[in-house]
């Protein structure tokens, strides 16, 4: 069974400063994806970024990037100029592309932003 | 942009009762899902729905929940007889045309029992 693990409960990182989460995975399979969630106070899943993994290219979005390390089984998000409204809960999540499509999540970090 | 929608936004209900749980997927995708989010806890996953038919779910999905697909823009999560440990955050998602397309959640129904 596939299980992803975020080691770092809480982060906090100054606004307009630069903050890396972590996560790791474990899996036999080859061929799968990751996504980072988000989850501001509303409670709210929201979508940050995803990746393929048979893509070697780590994906980015605006101020969102990741760290893809496949061999090492590393997936990390770097926010680049935090601001206030990035305050939120992050998770992990990985889904197989052979079959199983639900989506399984890390226990999550919560990002606090300092003014 | 298209985005899921769930009601209601809050459920309270007592022990034992049935609730129905009500979600409207994006348009155009064809795989839809449950999960559910105890307080202070991981996401965890329920069911999966394509083509009118469960095609996965996790042990937590036992014969007191059910899944359905009424007509062309519902679907619902019904729970027979509720109990404490239901109360959980529940989010529906969709996703396109492939189980690994990107999975899009609703805000969530906060359920609490009694």
């Known amino acids: 069974a596939q299980t992803v693990t975020q080691s770092q409960p809480e982060m906090s990182v100054q606004e307009a400063e630069t903050v890396t989460l972590s996560c790791t995975y474990d899996t036999s399979e080859s061929d799968y994806y990751l996504f980072w969630y988000k989850q501001p106070p509303s409670r709210q899943m929201i979508l940050v970024i995803r990746?393929?993994?048979?893509?070697?290219q780590n994906a980015t979005e605006n101020r969102f990037s990741v760290n893809f390390q496949k061999a090492a089984k590393s997936f990390s998000l770097k926010i680049s100029d935090s601001q206030l409204g990035d305050a939120a809960m992050y998770f992990c999540?990985?889904?197989?592309?052979?079959?199983?499509?639900?989506?399984?999540f890390g226990t999550g970090t919560r990002l606090t932003i300092i003014p | 942009e298209p985005e899921v929608t769930q009601t209601p936004s809050h459920q309270v209900t007592q022990m034992g009762q049935e609730v129905i749980l009500r979600c409207v997927p994006i348009s155009n995708h064809l795989y839809f899902y449950w999960y559910r989010q105890i307080l202070g806890q991981k996401v965890e996953f329920l069911v999966s729905?394509?083509?009118?038919?469960?095609?996965?779910k996790s042990e937590i999905f036992d014969d007191q929940f059910s899944v359905e697909r009424p007509d062309g823009s519902n679907f619902t999560l019904k729970i027979r007889s509720t109990k404490l440990e239901d109360s959980a955050m529940y989010f529906c998602a969709s996703s396109g045309t492939r189980g690994t397309d990107t999975q899009y959640f609703g805000p969530g129904t906060r359920l609490t029992v009694l």
């Open positions: 729905f394509y083509n009118n038919e469960i095609s996965e």
């Open positions: 990746q393929e993994a048979y893509k070697q």
């Open positions: 999540a990985y889904i197989s592309n052979f079959g199983n499509e639900k989506l399984t």
